[in-house]
């Protein structure tokens, strides 16, 4: 039973700041370009966020919490955000 998917080749053009980072990147785990590549793409395609995620985009995307965050500290920033 053959378990490999099958593959197709395809050239990107990147900025090579880009590809630079992506390398980097793929070094520091120890990974090809190509299998650090695919598996950014995979979890980009296939990440549904969970329902908690889902109503916090929603509700930062409807301008409820528009205004000044105070990042001085988290006991600062909580409250700024009405926590």
Do not use: Q, W
């Amino acid at each position: 039973m053959d378990l490999a998917l099958e593959k197709k080749a395809h050239v990107f053009r990147l900025p090579v700041y880009l590809l630079d980072a992506l390398k980097e990147l793929a070094a520091k785990d120890r990974r090809s370009l190509n299998n650090y590549v695919e598996c950014l793409l995979l979890d980009a395609v296939y990440h549904e966020p969970n329902e908690t995620t889902k109503a916090a985009l929603k509700e930062a995307k409807s301008g409820k919490l528009d205004g000044p965050v105070d990042t001085s500290s988290v006991e600062s920033m909580l409250g700024s955000i009405g926590l």
